[in-house]
């Protein structure tokens, strides 16, 4: 099994969930909701991939890097 690093990003005006794969030049996704933004996107990294295949070139690694959250205090909130 691969995994691959994904970008998720709302965007207002579609009211939709914007998806890239950095690792994955060239795929991209997109969603209503965030968990059909990310059902999308494993089908468009499965397609990236066949396609890739296809052709005999190689598959490409994972490369980007992690993503970690932290919670900081709003220095609005007084």
């Not at 690792?23 to 396609?51: F, K, V, W, Y």
């Amino acid at each position: 099994m691969l995994r691959y690093t994904v970008l998720v990003e709302y965007d207002p005006e579609a009211q939709a969930y914007g998806v890239t794969v950095p690792s994955l030049p060239g795929c991209t996704s997109m969603g209503d909701t965030l968990a059909q933004a990310l059902a999308n996107a494993r089908e468009a990294i499965e397609g990236h991939l066949a396609c890739l295949a296809e052709m005999g070139e190689p598959i490409p690694e994972d490369t980007a890097p992690q993503a970690i959250r932290v919670d900081v205090v709003d220095p609005r909130a007084a």
